[in-house]
T-cell receptor, first 112, second 114 residues
Framework: GQNIDQPTEMTATEGAIVQINCTYQ??????LFWYQQHAGEAPTFLSY????GLEEKGRFSSFLSRSKGYSYLLLKELQMKDSASYLC?????????????FGSGTRLQVQP | DADVTQTPRNRITKTGKRIMLECSQT?????MYWYRQDPGLGLRLIYY???????NKGEISDGYSVSRQAQAKFSLSLESAIPNQTALYFC?????????????FGPGTRLLVL
């Protein structure tokens, strides 16, 4: 089975940096995804890590440590529009087939 | 036009009714998925299909059935709706050929079972 943990809520200030952590336990790790979801809308893809290290994409970066079962999403120069839920999802194996399991999401509130 | 569409976007039904949620995609992806989302529980996989003849149960398939009518269409049915099936339902697609399998989501269907 797979288990994913991430904080339920976080608050940060506009212009600041915030780090959202995700820990996981999985069978047959095949990659970790981060998605952004604004309230009432569909999740949208942010980043993907399959090897250890940092992937940078503009203001967003994602880090992975497979040995520690740990990832984080780093958001720099926060903007009000970054207020959303951030979903960590792990691609593992479910009865021998690759399956994506989502965490419950971290709701980020950006304040002025 | 949206790549992944869902109909209806909102639905209110009564306990015991049979309803169908439809998903269509123009992305040309071979894989399609149905999830439900409940507050505090995240996205949970109901069914997934790797191609027209390959349909698999997900984490929470009880009370649901699916039909993959074509590569572009994947429908979810609630045979006899019950109140705890009230949720936000998302369809998603992915492309096996890229190796990455990033999932792309439709806009969601908000279902209320009275």
């Amino acid at each position: 089975g797979q288990n994913i943990d991430q904080p339920t809520e976080m608050t940060a200030t506009e212009g600041a940096i915030v780090q959202i952590n995700c820990t996981y336990q999985t069978s047959g790790f095949n990659g970790l995804f981060w998605y952004q979801q604004h309230a009432g809308e569909a999740p949208t893809f942010l980043s993907y890590n399959v090897l250890d290290g940092l992937e940078e994409k503009g203001r967003f970066s994602s880090f992975l440590s497979r040995s520690k079962g740990y990832s984080y999403l780093l958001l720099k120069e926060l903007q009000m529009k970054d207020s959303a839920s951030y979903l960590c999802a792990v691609m593992g194996l479910d009865t021998g087939r690759r399956a994506l399991t989502f965490g419950s999401g971290t709701r980020l509130q950006v304040q002025p | 036009d949206a790549d992944v569409t869902q109909t209806p976007r909102n639905r209110i039904t009564k306990t015991g009714k049979r309803i169908m949620l439809e998903c269509s995609q123009t992305k040309g992806h071979d894989r399609m998925y149905w999830y439900r989302q409940d507050p505090g529980l995240g996205l949970r996989l109901i069914y997934y299909s790797f191609d027209v003849k390959d349909i698999n149960k997900g984490e929470i398939s009880d009370g649901y059935s699916v039909s993959r009518q074509a590569q572009a269409k994947f429908s979810l049915s609630l045979e006899s709706a019950i109140p705890n099936q009230t949720a936000l339902y998302f369809c998603a697609t992915s492309d096996k050929s890229t190796g990455l399998e990033t999932q792309y989501f439709g806009p969601g269907t908000r279902l209320l079972v009275l």
